[in-house]
T-cell receptor, first 116, second 117 residues
Framework: GAVVSQHPSRVICKSGTSVKIECRSL??????MFWYRQFPKKSLMLMAT?????????EQGVEKDKFLINHASLTLSTLTVTSAHPEDSSFYIC????????????FGAGTRLSVL | AQKVTQAQTEISVVEKEDVTLDCVYE???????LFWYKQPPSGELVFLIR??????QNEISGRYSWNFQKSTSSFNFTITASQVVDSAVYFC??????????????FGEGTQLTVNP
């Protein structure tokens, strides 16, 4: 299947700092990428849909100023957690939709964020 | 509104046993897609299968098989002769709409499968 690279895999930061997470489609172009958040032993919660060249669409309850999404190219989307606080600690996963593969989403390996 | 229910939170089996993971879905659309993903301890979600609502044929891939029944809104997943490496969380998911739409995935709560040696 298609390969999605997510970096970093783990990050520890101090409260108040900002953290950027990158999601890259390595062998295909992705006009649409998705950002999810997953709490321990829970399901994935969609945060936002990222479309190349346009503003991201955020799910209800997700602060757009807190979680900045940029999809500047067909192979890269970034999620920036601004002014991170301990409650932002979580597992963040991105996915990319492959149109030619019948709308399947392929996922990155995830980023575990720990805010101290 | 769409919903996916995986009633089995945790399943524990002994190696070589067969195991079936249940998935029941709700949707008002006539066109929709069903998926299964595997999430090993490393965290990455691995795509296993996609099925559209017009194709009720069951599918077999090695030790994996899937049973799609629209009459009961179920899309169950069976692992035959389970192995320790099958231990993971398995998610069933649903997306509505046409292939060209920005359809989103709705995930079930997941089933933690533990295969003991």
């Amino acid at each position: 299947g298609a390969v999605v690279s997510q970096h970093p895999s783990r990050v520890i930061c101090k409260s108040g700092t900002s953290v950027k997470i990158e999601c890259r489609s390595l062998d295909f172009q992705a006009t649409t990428m998705f950002w999810y958040r997953q709490f321990p032993k829970k399901s994935l919660m969609l945060m936002a849909t990222s479309n190349e060249g346009s503003k991201a669409t955020y799910e209800q309850g997700v602060e757009k100023d807190k979680f900045l999404i940029n999809h500047a190219s067909l192979t890269l989307s970034t999620l920036t957690v601004t002014s991170a606080h301990p409650e932002d600690s979580s597992f963040y996963i991105c996915s990319a939709r492959v149109l030619i593969a019948k709308n399947i989403q392929y996922f990155g390996a995830g980023t575990r964020l720990s805010v101290l | 509104a769409q919903k996916v229910t995986q009633a089995q939170t945790e399943i524990s089996v002994v190696e070589k046993e067969d195991v079936t993971l249940d998935c029941v879905y709700e949707t008002r659309d006539t066109t929709y897609y069903l998926f299964w993903y595997k999430q090993p301890p490393s965290g990455e979600l691995v795509f296993l299968i996609r099925r559209n609502s017009f194709d009720e044929q069951n599918e077999i891939s090695g030790r994996y098989s899937w049973n799609f029944q629209k009459s009961t809104s179920s899309f169950n997943f069976t692992i035959t002769a389970s192995q320790v490496v099958d231990s993971a969380v398995y998610f069933c998911a649903l997306s509505e709409g046409r292939e060209t739409s920005g359809s989103r995935l709705t995930f079930g709560e997941g089933t933690q499968l533990t295969v003991n040696p």
